[in-house]
RNA sequence: GGAGGCAUAGCUCAGCUGGUUCAGAGCAUCUGCCUUACAAGCAGAGGGUCCUUGGUUCGAAUCCAUGUGCCUCCA
């Protein structure tokens, strides 16, 4: 190679690269029984979504696990895919046709999806594209879909599987529903926020004409149209005059009874309860207790229908009665007052929409039975068969175990998958079955009828209109991007099942990562996966969560414009340990930016010296280089065991920053500086080829993290043939030095240059330099480099301090330099003072330790010994400086 | 209302089973340098009552309890 740019621009060869690890197919996989698996399965992000932070940090961190898995030879498989999201997805094709001027409720249900199939066609899956160019090394072959035909037989398979097994009923129960997508939505869809609203204080008379009343309080007063009781604490003194008689609703003077019950807070309101069954839950369970009838006041887009009995309200959005009843109860004079009140409200995680518990007949996976099945659910990750990163969130997980409810699968949209139930005219369930002529076969088995078709009435089924929860897809997704359920023996999952790891945001622990794990165990008898890492929730700097409405989120492919996709992955990852949200600014992607500027430097460095046999150099000048790269594979052998171990924690932020700091200061900072020949000199030919080897190595480890700018200089550094890459290279492994001691070196380096700093000396005046030291040893080989190093023009061994010098302490030895610069011997005395009463009060304190009767009995040995070399070195010290002092 | 988590430098976090790492890192800050790989850089420096108060212990950032403050999940 002959040019470098001055600066990295990464701009100039990530899309390349990626379109030739493509073209090479380096990230597809097959079964391949000679080699260990290792598999991920990504979290499918939804088919309308488009990148995001949180996508960015998430699959940066898989990226980086499968990949550091395919240079160690495994066979790893990284699969990706699309999540259909019915809400999210009808939601917005819904939205689509209105501005087109058609509506839903116009449309059939196969005129509906293929609307919507075309839409995803031409918008779906625009996030997997956008993976691409952050370098993600899917295999692009194996992409799936949820909804996709395979998959989606897999839905209803298990569906049906589930029912026979008894573990899904159907039952008529209070649900969350959802009045802007018509639907249903399970309790871990539900978004609980606290907002402000009134509590309305509300007269209702009593039925016998006396003229008193009672007063309740309540948030929602358009639901007295719907009350059919009033409930009281039998104990509260104020009310026991009441049980038993009766009042009137407002307006409509429906007559309703006050009953006891324990369950109404005597402190909270008025003591007084309303009691409406339809459209609260509590009420719900005390209208059953008391056998009360159910008035349904909301139609299924929250609007007041005609049970609502009032004309003004009929037809009319529950907000705006509310309002509109509030005025009406004060001009009738049923309002007796309002007050600020901060309540909760259920909100719809994927609309937004105001939650209105609503009585409906839904599907329901039994979950307490499904538990009993399945104990290994909970017992693997209580026993770290399957592992939590970080450990903490399996606390969080049993809890919600140990309180479990059952999972309301139905929903009533229309993309999804067709819930396989059939009814008959009268809407009573026949069967549950893969068609209708199934269907009609096990209801005439049932009702122990010949199966002999001609003989029979003609029977006809129609297929139950709700479609499942997505959830009900994604739970199945380890088995069924490997096709497990059509062929449990395939090839692909014996091969690539259970997976290994799995990432994702703490958030979905419940909706996904739990019920993967019930999945596996009920149709594989196996765990899904080995680990789980969960990430932290991407805020902004003042802690915010990063959202589009808050427009705080940076575009990531903007970033990735800017900085280049190794930038960003590295500034995602540097502050991101397990569990930890993180807390995002662009200088953080700078800082992986500048990281990628400094490798682009180094290797720019090394490219451009003159290289020429070892013959023509100076015994000093090869002796002083090997030495340098013995001491600098000592440094990586170290770092490689340090990262190995961070990985194996899953601490990837931490090996990050080890190999960062690995790059820049032991190998830029130091040891380039080492080796580096004065400008205009060539390099000798075996310290040039370690170099470059050393700089294989670290590209290597790096990879996994920064893919573009490591591939890039991989492939400059030697003759590469097409098929090679550094994707598919060994990766490093620590080899065993035989290393030199070098911090005496390092650190008279480092005092030197202080030095020339505090007095404000140029780096380029040279100075000679005495040393006296117990064991010479640690400098005199390493003259050359302590010279060329802090520019040092000659080293003396002494024995005593030279007339005049100053002295800088390297441990327990000295140094000493003769300034030509008038000394403050005050000063000089003063500085070496403190650092004697520093070391004697610390001498105290481990004296302190070493007097007590009870350490030395009770610590350990080792400990005891520790102790006393410190007192003797602590000891040495002082005399050294002691010396020193008299020398004034 | 219930459960869990967290609190260490200006910021983000390490600090594993109590004892030298006399409390660490990166970034930020400050000082001096445009020293021909890199100013997206180099060389240095400063900065912490380890949230409060008790307890256990020879010894506590680390274990226990209390309080305070923040966060998350659930109702």
């Known amino acids: 190679m002959n040019e470098l740019a001055k600066t990295y621009t990464p701009q100039d060869f990530e899309d390349k690269w990626y379109s030739y690890w493509l ?20 979290p499918p992000p939804n088919v309308t979504g488009v990148l995001h932070m949180g996508h960015m940090l998430n699959n940066t961190i898989q990226d980086v696990l499968v990949r550091r898995a395919r240079m160690q030879g495994k066979n790893a498989c990284w699969v990706p895919g699309t999540d259909h999201a019915s809400i999210a997805t009808e939601a917005k094709v819904v939205q689509l046709l209105r501005e087109q001027g058609i509506k839903k409720s116009d449309l059939s249900r196969e005129d509906f999806l293929k609307h919507a199939y075309s839409w995803k066609e031409k918008y779906g899956g625009i996030i997997l594209e956008q993976l691409k160019k952050l370098g993600a090394s899917c295999d692009w072959d194996r992409t799936r879909f949820t909804m996709e035909p395979k998959l989606s037989e897999a839905v209803i398979d298990v569906f049906i599987d589930m029912y026979n ?169 049923h309002l007796v007052k309002t007050e600020e009140y901060k309540n909760q409200v259920g909100t719809s995680e994927r609309t937004g929409a105001v939650i209105e518990p609503r009585l409906s007949l839904q599907w329901w996976v039994d979950m307490k039975k499904f538990m009993a099945r399945n104990p290994q659910v909970l017992d693997a990750v209580m026993s770290d068969e399957i592992q939590f990163h970080p450990a903490k969130m399996k606390n969080t997980y049993k809890h919600w175990i140990d309180n479990i409810k059952d999972w309301c699968i139905s929903r009533q949209l229309w993309w999804g998958q067709q819930i396989p139930a059939w009814y008959d005219e009268k809407g009573n369930l026949v069967a549950v079955a893969k068609t209708e002529a199934e269907a ?115 575009d990531p492919l903007d970033l990735i414009a800017k900085y280049g996709a190794d930038g960003v992955r590295m500034g995602m990852l540097l502050c991101s340990p397990a569990g930890n949200d993180i807390l995002f600014d662009d200088s953080q992607v700078e800082q992986g930016r500048n990281f990628a500027n400094k490798i682009w430097n180094a290797f720019r460095l090394v490219k451009g010296w003159e290289v020429k046999p070892d013959s023509g150099f100076s015994p000093e000048i090869i002796e002083a280089n090997q030495t340098s790269a013995r001491w600098f594979a000592g440094r990586l052998h170290d770092a490689l065991i340090d990262i190995e171990d961070k990985y194996k924690g899953y601490r990837l932020s931490e090996a990050l920053m080890s190999i960062y700091k690995l790059i820049w200061d032991d190998f830029c900072a130091w040891y380039l500086e080492m080796v580096k020949p004065v400008y205009g000199e060539p390099m000798n030919e075996s310290t040039y080829q370690t170099t470059l080897a050393f700089f294989e190595e670290l590209m290597k480890v790096l990879h996994p993290f920064m893919p573009f700018i490591t591939e890039e200089i991989w492939q400059n550094m030697a003759e590469r043939k097409t098929g090679e890459s550094i994707c598919v290279a060994h990766y490093p492994l620590p080899v065993k030095v035989d290393a030199p001691d070098l911090s005496r070196v390092f650190e008279s380096i480092q005092q030197i240059r202080n030095l020339r700093n505090a007095k404000g000396l140029s780096p380029k005046e040279a100075f000679e330099i005495y040393i006296k030291a117990k064991d010479i040893s640690l400098y005199a080989p390493h003259s050359f480099l302590l010279q060329k190093l802090a520019n040092v023009s000659a080293i003396h061994f002494v024995n005593a301090q030279p007339q005049g010098s100053t002295l800088l302490p390297i441990d327990t030895d000295e140094l000493f330099i003769v300034l030509n610069l008038a000394i403050d011997e005050a000063a000089e005395r003063e500085k070496i003072e403190k650092e004697i009463a520093y070391l004697e009060g610390f001498m105290k304190s481990v004296d302190a330790k070493l007097g007590n009767e009870k350490f030395v009995a009770n610590a350990k040995p080792e400990l005891v010994e520790k102790e006393r070399q410190k007192k003797a070195d602590a000891a040495a010290k002082i005399e050294v400086l002691k010396v020193s002092l008299a020398g004034f």
Not at 23 to 42: G, L, R
Not at 249 to 264: G, H, S, T, W
Not at 531 to 537: D, K, L, P, R
């Open 440 to 554: 009609i076969l096990i209801a005439k088995s049932k009702n122990g009828q010949e199966l002999d078709a001609s003989s029979q009435q003609p029977m006809h089924l129609h297929q139950d209109e709700d479609v499942l929860d997505t959830w009900f897809s994604s739970w199945l997704w380890p088995i069924s991007v490997f096709d497990g359920f059509e062929d449990p023996e395939n090839a692909d999952i014996k091969h690539f099942y259970p997976t290994n790891d799995l990432v994702t945001a703490p958030e979905i622990m419940f909706f996904w990562v739990f019920r993967m794990i019930m999945a596996g165990y009920e149709w594989r008898g196996e765990k899904p996966f080995s680990n789980v890492y969960y990430t932290g929730i991407v805020r902004d700097k003042q802690r915010r969560k990063m959202s589009k409405s808050l427009g705080n989120s940076p």
């Open 23 to 42: 073209n090479q197919k380096f990230f597809h996989a097959e079964p391949n029984p000679d080699k260990e698996p290792y598999t991920i399965v990504i």
């Open 165 to 333: 097994k008894g573990l899904i009923y159907r039952g008529l129960r209070m649900v969350n529903w959802d009045p802007q997508g018509k639907t249903a939505l399970s309790d871990e869809e539900v978004i609980h926020k606290e907002v402000q609203s009134k509590l309305y204080y509300i007269k209702y008379f009593m039925a016998d004409g006396s003229g008193d009343f009672v007063t309740i309080a309540t948030t929602r007063p358009e639901t007295i149209l719907a009350d059919v009781a009033i409930c009281v604490n039998p104990t509260d003194e104020r009310f026991l005059h009441l049980h038993g008689k009766k009042v009137l609703v407002p307006f409509l003077n429906r007559e309703i009874p006050i009953i006891a019950d324990e369950y109404v807070a005597t402190d909270f309101g008025t003591g007084c309860l309303k009691v409406t069954p339809a459209h609260d839950v509590n009420d719900y369970a005390l209208g059953q207790k008391y056998q009360l009838p159910v008035i349904d006041i909301l139609d299924e887009s929250g609007f007041l229908n005609a049970e609502a009995k009032d004309p003004r309200y009929i037809g009319k959005d529950r907000f705006a009665v509310r309002k509109q009843i509030a005025i009406d109860l004060e001009e009738a004079g």
